[in-house]
Structure formats: structure tokens, C-alpha cells
């Protein structure tokens, strides 16, 4: 079976200070890869996703950037939070067909900047 | 663009009671459409999801929804809503052979006894 995890559960961070959000994918080779941010209340938001190791491609640009270093490992970060940066952050994979496939979600990383 | 737009922010509904959640989407083409269901701190889950076929989707939980081309609309139904349906229920739509959902803005759910 194929299961999500991401990391770490939540994390509380000083403005301007660096982020490290991770996400692993096991039991499912090659799948596509997917940021979402979700504010407090509000509607998901893509960020990035990855057909593949190494190339990602962004959606919209929040000051934050992804990487995939691993088939099973989609990682998102900044140099330097901002304020906005606070919210809910989803990782999700589907199957490589695209995403009219359904996508699976991981449980979220809450972040709050203060 | 593509878009969707879930008109109430909040229903309220009794156990018991049936349910209706809205879902309207802008896309030119095809649209893959789907209702995903967050519980309070966790990701989100599919509910059902819409290929082009029967317009009518059965999902879980006895949840089911109705595709209309002519109202460019998805709503979501369920016969009789139980206290476990508290929830936040998002309608999403995907390109074909795209690689980007664009979700709604959820509606909460609350459900009184």
C-alpha cells in the first residue's frame, strides 16, 4: 500500500529565518508530485508539481521554492519567511497519467510565522 | 482560466437532514471534477470524483453529485447527513492531461443534532 508522510507535523518560525518542508511517497514508483498551501480558513492553493526527479515547476510564485532530489521525495523551502508564509501546507501525489487521476494527500504541515 | 467557485462559505444542517453542496466551474473543454472532504487538521480526502460519462457519481460514505454541462455545475448530495459529515468539503477541477487542480474555497459543513 502506498503511503504519505510529511514532516515535520508543524513548526513555529521567526520571520526572515529559513523553512524545510518535506514529503515522502513509498510504494508508489514515479508518481507525480504536488505543494498545495492552504491559509487559515481558505482554499488550497498549488504551488509546484513534479513529473519526475529533479524537474519541478512552479504554479505560483510565494517566494518559496521546491525540489524532488528523490523519486519518492518532494521537498519545500525558503531562504527567508515571511509573514504570508503562515498557513497549511499539502503534499500530494496522483498517478503519473496527469492529474485527472484522483490525488492522495498527505496529513499537512501547519506553519505559523511570527 | 479554469475555476471554481463554491457559493456557501458555511451550511447548517440537522442530522438526518438531506444536503446539497454547491460547486460552480469555469473551464473550456472537457473538465475532470471531483469533491474532496478535509476533517480538522488533516489533508483531504476523495469523496468522488467525475469522469466524462454518467453524469451521476456515486462516492463514499453515501455521498453522490451531479455533473450538469448546461449549469456548469457539480453539486454535491447526500440523502441523510450524519454527525461524522463535520467537515470542510472542497469541489476541485483538473485540465486534461494537465498537471494543475484548481480547487474551491470549501464549504464547512456543520451538522446540528
Known amino acids: 500500500a502506498q503511503t504519505i508522510h510529511q514532516w515535520p507535523v508543524a513548526e513555529i518560525k521567526a520571520v526572515g529565518s529559513p523553512l524545510s518542508l518535506g514529503c515522502t511517497i513509498k510504494g508508489k514508483s514515479s508518481p507525480n508530485l504536488y505543494w498545495y498551501w492552504q491559509a487559515t480558513g481558505g482554499t488550497l492553493q498549488q504551488l509546484f508539481y513534479?513529473?519526475?526527479?529533479?524537474?519541478v515547476e512552479s504554479v505560483v510564485q510565494l517566494n518559496l521554492s521546491a525540489s524532488r532530489p528523490k523519486d519518492d521525495q518532494f521537498i519545500l523551502s525558503t531562504e527567508k519567511l515571511l509573514l504570508s508564509h503562515s498557513g497549511f501546507y499539502l503534499c500530494?501525489?496522483?498517478?503519473?497519467?496527469?492529474?485527472?487521476?484522483?490525488?492522495?494527500f498527505g496529513h499537512g504541515t501547519k506553519l505559523s510565522v511570527l | 482560466a479554469q475555476s471554481v467557485t463554491q457559493p456557501d462559505a458555511r451550511v447548517t444542517v440537522s442530522e438526518g437532514a438531506s444536503l446539497q453542496l454547491r460547486c460552480k466551474y469555469s473551464y473550456f473543454g472537457t473538465p475532470y471534477l471531483f469533491w474532496y472532504v478535509q476533517y480538522p487538521r488533516q489533508g483531504l480526502q476523495l469523496l468522488l470524483k467525475?469522469?466524462?460519462?454518467?453524469?451521476v457519481v456515486q462516492g463514499v460514505n453515501g455521498f453522490e453529485a451531479e455533473f450538469s454541462k448546461s449549469n456548469s455545475s457539480f453539486h454535491l448530495r447526500k440523502a441523510s447527513v450524519h454527525w461524522s459529515d463535520w467537515a470542510v468539503y472542497f469541489c476541485?477541477?483538473?485540465?486534461?492531461?494537465?498537471?494543475?487542480?484548481?480547487f474551491g474555497s470549501g464549504t464547512r459543513l456543520l451538522v446540528s443534532p
Open positions: 513534479s513529473i519526475t526527479v529533479g524537474q
Open positions: 476541485a477541477v483538473s485540465m486534461t492531461g494537465g498537471y494543475k487542480v484548481v
Open positions: 500530494a501525489w496522483s498517478l503519473a497519467q496527469g492529474s485527472n487521476e484522483r490525488l492522495f
Open positions: 467525475y469522469y466524462p460519462g454518467d453524469p
